[in-house]
């Protein structure tokens, strides 16, 4: 998959913002990200894809423009550069969402085939969607076809909720769509409606079924989900530990539900976003020198940097604590403090998760794998560390 470093000459990449639920300002974290991209020397287009209620125009201070998305949906307009509309920031377009079209919050399958197709066809560097709440498969497809999925939540346990049901989600329908594009389809919708009438299946046990079936399927949809790797915003964070919500998240969601994500940073709580929204003028430009501003910038950077593969070789103590071999002790300590807090009974990442025998295994494996490394790296004069509680 290219990076946003590479020539754009073929066709744009796609950011998706998604959410799993309404109300976690994915859609100022859509602007943000935006506004940053134009700013660094990008071409970049703002598309609303919040079918159902479109309000992206107003976070830029602008009137509803007179055409939109619906107009190119409905076949009233050519192409998607026909619909966009500058914005009053360099080299920054909009494409508004389609305004009382209450009938095309479902699209067809060949709306939706043409309105992917038209995306990649943008003249643009990088194309950012903001997605609508919920997984409908309009939701679901979008954020599937992707260079970057990027997801804001809440530090609040219904927000960490919806986000584990949007990743089994999204990750189960990019499956489904590499199926189908790839000519697995009937061994992938067999294995998925086998496996969906008792528990929500885990991919892992998705791909070992469909390696049963068929291996060479199994190994080609595996090494095509491996770029499936959503990047995590935390937004309205009020203090360090919900700062420090998406590091636990990507351990727990890559142990205990089977789906990588990355953790891109966190947008502070603050108050003046507030008194922005309702000014109608773009935060990250009307508070460009703010600590939030620069956290927004942060994280659209952090969404930038390519996130290297994690290799899949044998398991050990290093490769249980997430490190190479090789590793310092510094870097053992560190990697079991990080572990340490998401492994913890009370961590803020597990709500919802019934995971309590996996946590307890993972939780031995770590406090061995940490007593194995400690004794071959051992640091003259340094105490020993205390154990995880359980």
Known sequence: MRTIEEPMGRRPQIWAVGGGKGGTGKSLVAVSLAIHLAGSGRRVVLVDGDLGAPNLHTFLG????????????KGKAPSLDAVAVETGVPRLRLISGARNCLDLESLKHFQKTRLVRFLLGLSSDVVVVDLGAGTSLNVLDLFSIADRGVMAILPEPTSVENCYRFLRAAYLRRLQTLGQSLGYQPVVNLVLEHRGRYTVPRPEEVLEEIRRI???????????????????????ARDARDAGLGSLIETVARRF???P???????????????SVKSRRPFLIEYSRSSTAR??????????TPCPEREQGPVDPYSILDLHAGATHEDVLAAYMRLRPALRSDSPALISLDC???????????????????????????PPQRALEL
């Open 62 to 73: 602008l009137d509803p423009p007179p055409v939109a998305l619906g107009d190119f949906i």
């Open 214 to 236: 068929d291996s060479c399927a199994a190994a080609t949809l595996g090494a095509q989900l491996r770029s499936f790797l959503p990047r995590l915003v935390i937004n309205q």
């Open 257 to 259: 539900v089977g789906i």
């Open 261 to 275: 994500v990355a953790a891109a940073g966190s947008i502070p709580y603050d108050p003046v976003l507030v008194r």
């Open 295 to 304: 956290a927004f910038r942060a994280v659209a950077e952090a969404i930038i």
């Open 356 to 382: 309590e025998a996996e946590r307890l295994s993972a939780l031995a494996e770590v406090e061995s794998a940490y007593r194995i490394l400690s004794r071959n790296l051992s640091v003259p004069g340094r």
